[in-house]
């Protein structure tokens, strides 16, 4: 799987948007990129995926290049409750595979009141 | 509550004892995983099963170590003559086909 790089923290003012960047350079054809946040003692939760196309769901957009080689995870309101350690992950999408998630250290977003 | 559920969410135990973990899937997710996650680091596969089937194993997966999912729903991880190293947090996600995983909390497992 392609490895992807984050800033190791950020932080941004409540009610502003957060803006979270991935690099994953060395990203296949087949692979998609993936967003999973994990708060304080609870498991990772799925956000948003995404393969070439820009992608938007409740909680967030995901803004894909047109190399695909970065991308960012876009929440447009931030609250305090999205204070959390945000991963970035490359996937294949192969139907049949078992596509363990492989999480990098990820980024502490801290959400300032 | 229909998500992924493991039980216990703490589990305190000697070095040298036998422990098991359970998880309970989303209802009909085919897939189920296994991962651990030591403290300031990211989640580690472990295992993997598509329904019975445990289909593929991490280098992380010592012979100490053994997954079950007997009739295709629930999981059970056995961790046999712990070390302090095991101590972690274990997670199991699962997921429909090639749908993204979703995860439990958790047990948070301490080894004394």
């Known amino acids: 799987d392609a490895k992807t790089t984050q800033p190791t923290s950020m932080d941004c003012a409540e009610g502003r948007a957060a803006n979270l960047p991935c690099n994953h350079s060395t990203i296949s054809g087949n692979e998609y990129v993936y967003w999973y946040r994990q708060i304080h003692s609870q498991g990772p939760q799925y956000i948003i995926h995404?393969?070439?196309n820009n992608e938007t769901n409740e909680m967030a957009s995901l803004i894909i290049t047109e190399d695909r080689k970065s991308s960012t995870l876009i929440l447009p309101h931030a609250t305090l409750r999205d204070t959390a350690v945000y991963y970035c992950?490359?996937?294949?999408?192969?139907?049949?595979?078992?596509?363990?998630?492989?999480f990098g250290s990820g980024t502490q977003l801290t959400v300032l009141p | 509550d229909t998500g992924v559920s493991q039980n216990p969410r703490h589990k305190i135990t000697k070095r040298g004892q036998n422990v098991t973990f359970r998880c309970d899937p989303i209802?009909?997710?085919?897939?189920l995983y296994w991962y651990r996650q030591t403290l300031g680091q990211g989640p580690e596969f472990l295992t993997y099963f598509q329904n019975e089937a445990q289909l593929e194993k991490s280098r992380l997966l010592s012979d100490r170590f053994s997954a079950e999912r007997p009739k295709g729903s629930f999981s059970t991880l056995e961790i046999q003559r712990t070390e302090q190293g095991d101590s972690a947090m274990y997670l199991c996600?699962?997921?429909?086909?090639?749908?993204?995983?979703?995860f439990g909390d958790g047990t948070r497992l301490s080894i004394l």
């Open positions: 996600a699962s997921s429909l086909a090639d749908q993204p995983q979703h």
């Open positions: 995404g393969l070439k």
């Open positions: 992950i490359v996937s294949p999408s192969s139907s049949g595979s078992a596509r363990q998630l492989t």
């Open positions: 209802s009909e997710h085919n897939r």
